[in-house]
T-cell receptor
Framework: GNSVTQMEGPVTLSEEAFLTINCTYT??????LFWYVQYPGEGLQLLLK?????DKGSNKGFEATYRKETTSFHLEKGSVQVSDSAVYFC???????????FGSGTKLNVKP | EAGVVQSPRYKIIEKKQPVAFWCNPI?????LYWYRQNLGQGPELLIR????????DSQLPKDRFSAERLKGVDSTLKIQPAELGDSAVYLC??????????????FGSGTRLTVV
């Protein structure tokens, strides 16, 4: 089957700290992988994506590399800001089913 | 370009009452999705439309939930009667026929339903 597992939150960091949010997946076939971000009271916004093994998605200082050998897609940022406080969702889409599978989300709190 | 528009943003109803949510997708997106997001969890698919046809409604609780997408554009999701466990955020999303587009899905801001 298809599933996504994320590290549990909340993750609390000080401003300018290094961020890693772990994400691993199980999928049949060759999925594409995504990170979405949800700010308080808002819908989900696409943060970055990778469509094949070894691709690196990046946006707004965030990066994630599609690792097929470890079935992982960990999100990283070198220096977080207070404005990065949000819930982050890892997701995969398996085109055999034309359906997204989301992790349970990881809440990030960044303190000044 | 306007994004996916949902209304209302918030709804509080008593149990056993009906409720409806409305979604207007991005122009040209022929695929529309309704997701439910329970507190502290990721979204889960309820139903997917390709144009006006519901092609995946396997997760929709059909005893109380219904949806329609007339003319393949706007969509309405209804719950009748609502139960306490239906309290959640209901998200609408749209995409081109193949979601492996540049932007994957585009989500609306959601409707937060509270059943009391």
């Amino acid at each position: 089957g298809n599933s996504v597992t994320q590290m549990e939150g909340p993750v609390t960091l000080s401003e300018e700290a290094f961020l890693t949010i772990n994400c691993t997946y199980t999928a049949t076939g060759y999925p594409s992988l995504f990170w979405y971000v949800q700010y308080p009271g808002e819908g989900l916004q696409l943060l970055l994506k990778a469509t094949k093994a070894d691709d690196k998605g990046s946006n707004k200082g965030f990066e994630a590399t599609y690792r097929k050998e470890t079935t992982s897609f960990h999100l990283e940022k070198g220096s977080v800001q207070v404005s990065d406080s949000a819930v982050y969702f890892c997701a995969l889409v398996n085109y055999n089913f034309n359906k997204f599978y989301f992790g349970s989300g990881t809440k990030l709190n960044v303190k000044p | 370009e306007a994004g996916v528009v949902q209304s209302p943003r918030y709804k509080i109803i008593e149990k056993k009452q009906p409720v409806a949510f409305w979604c207007n997708p991005i122009s040209g997106h022929n695929t529309l999705y309704w997701y439910r997001q329970n507190l502290g969890q990721g979204p889960e698919l309820l139903i997917r439309y390709e144009n006006e046809e519901a092609v995946d409604d396997s997760q929709l609780p059909k005893d109380r939930f219904s949806a329609e997408r007339l003319k393949g554009v706007d969509s309405t999701l209804k719950i009748q009667p609502a139960e306490l466990g239906d309290s959640a955020v209901y998200l609408c999303a749209s995409s081109l026929a193949i979601p492996q587009g540049e932007n994957g899905y585009t989500f609306g801001s959601g409707t937060r339903l509270t059943v009391v």
